[in-house]
């Protein structure tokens, strides 16, 4: 009954005052209708938590403690707000402040503008913003409200205005277990059901239904917001096996109630990613030791014996002088070679990559792929040195392909031959720039980069991006002979 009462007081106080109109379950109220509407309640303490209070599409809205905002995607298309809004209780109510600019959604979303939300019930009223986004959100909850370096409890929401799935917006959410690499920013989180111990999948931006996924933050040296996105984009192009392709998509991301800014989620490469069996093996390149030799690490069943066994057989491979190298997958070692002279990587960084080993007849099949690529196309570290974004004059230097042209005859011509190929069409100047102003365009849309508040290095940061892979792409034919 008590309930009751108060959904009526409140009816009667909105009600009673003015004739609202609804957007998508919020009620839309001048300012000056919504400031007589709380004449007679106090603001602030009583409604604190304000995200729980409202909902999207049934799910938690993703909000910003600090900056007491709400972040809610939407498709840049489509002319009408899409989704619905439900406040949470009988005794509460939302309304979104009107103004002009909320008739023209794509100028809303383009400008980044930030909407005034009232929540209001019979003892007191709050005000928050909500922005409306044209990129996916992702909101993380961890049950220790801080997440650490190892996995703990929590749940996600995750809005998607593109999500091809379904008719309307989607919003998911899911269990969770999450940790945070404190050095790199990275999360990686996996999907569960109630129980931690069922896994579960869930198709996330259109990446394939997965259980185990990482959020890479996008570098503060990144002023074109896309260098890794083009990484991702050349090793695709390049790669020839579908297994070992890769998916990566914009997300925003808030972590414990903190907008964490603009991340890639992309799926976690495992061994359920790259469809091995039982029997293969799957190895982390972790650092480069003092004798030049890199070290690994096995991803997955590191105690299982015959894992061990490969590792020693692919480490062992590059230090024996009269060791064969038949088990080499030599066009995916050849690709990544062009890979990293594409990506235009850092002369003597260590690039995180994986190594695969396949069982076959006969023995096993030794393939590569990056990780992450945090050194590509212009984007030094100055810890190393590189002060420029036009430095393309250093290509660097893969030892295992270096050991493998040494002795396989022929291997750089076909190295040459392949490049050919693929300027002819993929990596043709053009499509790489097309791509690239595909990303570029989408930031623009989706409002971020004029929340980002810095339009000039953005433009100045893409301008350059442009110029280095047409300088790239001419060194690379005068080096291989186009």
């Not at 919020?26 to 909902?55: C, F, K, N, W």
């Not at 100045?460 to 047409?470: N, Q």
Request: aromatic share 10%; proline share 2%; glycine share 8%.
């Amino acid at each position: 009954m008590l309930c009751l009462a108060a959904a009526l007081l409140v009816s009667l106080l909105l009600f009673g005052r003015v004739d609202a109109m609804e957007l998508n379950g919020l009620y839309v109220m001048s300012e000056e209708e919504l400031t007589q509407l709380v004449a007679d309640l106090p603001r602030g303490d009583p409604l604190d938590h304000l995200d729980r209070r409202i909902r999207f599409e049934g799910k938690q809205v993703p909000y910003d403690q600090t900056d007491n905002t709400f972040y809610v995607s939407q498709k840049i298309e489509e002319k009408s707000y899409e989704g619905s809004f439900s406040s949470v209780g009988e005794d509460c109510i939302v309304c979104i402040q009107d103004e002009e600019i909320l008739e023209d959604k794509r100028r809303a979303i383009l400008e980044g503008h930030a909407f005034k939300i009232w929540f209001v019930t019979k003892e007191a009223y709050a005000v928050a913003d909500l922005i409306f986004t044209g990129l996916p959100v992702i909101g993380i909850h961890s049950d220790m409200d801080e997440l650490s370096g190892e996995y703990a409890g929590g749940n996600m929401v995750i809005q998607d205005p593109d999500d091809h799935d379904v008719v309307t917006m989607s919003a998911k959410e899911s269990q969770m277990e999450a940790k945070i690499n404190d050095s790199t920013g990275t999360i990686s989180f996996r999907l569960h059901k109630k129980d931690p111990s069922e896994e579960r999948n869930l198709s996330l931006l259109g990446l394939g239904k997965r259980s185990a996924w990482k959020l890479y933050p996008v570098s503060e040296k990144d002023e074109a917001v896309s260098r890794e996105m083009m990484a991702v984009y050349l090793w695709n192009c390049v790669c020839e096996e579908d297994t070992l392709r890769k998916g990566m998509e914009y997300a925003e991301l808030i972590v414990d109630g903190e907008y964490k800014g603009l991340y890639y989620l992309s799926p976690k490469i495992g061994r359920g990613y790259l469809k091995l069996q039982e029997e293969d093996g799957l190895y982390e390149c972790e650092a480069m030791r003092e004798d030049g030799t890199k070290q690994y690490k096995m991803i997955d069943g590191s105690e299982h014996p015959q894992g061990s066994r490969l590792l020693k057989t692919y480490e062992d491979m590059w230090t024996a002088g009269e060791q064969s190298f038949s088990q080499v997958d030599l066009e995916n070692y050849m690709n990544y070679h062009l890979y990293l002279q594409a990506a235009c990587a850092v002369e003597n960084s260590v690039e995180e990559y994986y190594v695969t080993a396949r069982q076959m007849a006969g023995g096993c099949r030794f393939s590569k792929i990056p990780e992450r690529s945090r050194f590509v196309l212009g984007m030094y570290p100055k810890e190393i040195g590189w002060q420029s974004l036009f430095v393309s004059e250093t290509i660097i230097e893969d030892t295992e392909y270096d050991a493998l042209v040494s002795r396989i005859q022929g291997l750089e011509a076909q190295t040459a031959r392949r490049w050919r190929t693929l300027r002819k069409d993929v990596l043709s100047t053009d499509n790489l720039l097309q791509t690239a102003c595909l990303y570029e365009q989408r930031l623009v849309d989706s409002g971020y980069i004029a929340r980002r508040g810095e339009v000039g290095v953005y433009v100045r940061g893409c301008h350059a991006l442009h110029d280095l892979i047409e300088e790239r792409m001419k060194y690379l034919d005068r080096y291989y002979g186009l």
